[in-house]
């Protein structure tokens, strides 16, 4: 079945550091996928997509990248700050409109001052 | 910007009892979802709507149906709430292009089952 596996452990980063989250999937070939974050007792909030043929996306501090080869995506924020400590859903959407998306269960970063 | 308002921020309800969750969306998106929303499990589609009065089952239906009569509203209902459904519940929309659009969520009910 398809399965996506998002690091399970919070992720603890000095500010000013490189913090580096981490999406595995299997038995599954995306078109896409997204990248959102959620503040505790709030809904996800969409951050940035990226398709199947290309390999880097970049916003402000924020970096995906998509190697289909290795089935991952690696999500990058640069010079963290407290106000980016959230959990970090990744997606994957597939070629058909009619498919659904599947998301992660996520990896809570913690940024410390 | 597109806004996704649910009902309750927080409900506590009794075992047995009927409940609605309401979800309206202001852009005239024509899919609708709700998921649920548990610890290590991540967010599981329970229905979803692509048109009024139209519905699909998710991956968890089980104990649940949905209600979409205006475009703007979705309505998730637990016919006999049981204590297993006390989760955040996450209604959310997207332009219909495509189910896989990018997903504008609304601020999630959490709901206690006693």
């Known amino acids: 079945s398809q399965k996506i596996e998002q690091n399970s452990e919070a992720l603890n980063i000095q500010e000013g550091k490189t913090a580096t989250l981490t999406c595995n999937y299997t038995?599954?070939?995306?078109?896409?996928l997204q990248w959102y974050r959620q503040d505790p007792g709030r809904g996800p909030v969409f951050l940035l997509l990226?398709?199947?043929?290309?390999k880097e996306k970049r916003k402000e501090r924020l970096k995906v990248t998509f190697d289909t080869t290795l089935k991952q995506s690696l999500f990058h924020i640069t010079a963290s700050q407290p106000a980016d400590s959230a959990t970090y859903l990744c997606?994957?959407?597939?070629?058909?409109?009619?498919?659904?998306?599947?998301f992660g269960s996520g990896t809570r970063l913690s940024i410390r001052p | 910007d597109v806004k996704v308002t649910q009902s309750s921020r927080y409900l506590v309800k009794r075992t047995g009892e009927k409940v609605f969750l309401e979800c309206v969306q202001d852009m005239d998106h024509e899919n609708m979802f709700w998921y649920r929303q548990d610890p290590g499990l991540g967010l599981r589609l329970i229905y979803f709507s692509y048109d009024v009065k139209m519905k699909e089952k998710g991956d968890i239906p089980e104990g649940y149906s949905v209600s979409r009569e205006k475009k703007e509203r979705f309505s998730l209902i637990l016919e006999s709430a049981s204590t297993n459904q006390t989760s955040m519940y996450l209604c959310a929309s997207s332009p219909g292009e495509s189910l896989t659009d990018t997903q504008y969520f609304g601020p999630g009910t959490r709901l206690t089952v006693l």
């Open positions: 997606a994957l959407g597939g070629y058909s409109s009619a498919s659904k998306i599947i």
């Open positions: 990226i398709r199947e043929n290309e």
């Open positions: 038995n599954y070939s995306p078109a896409y």
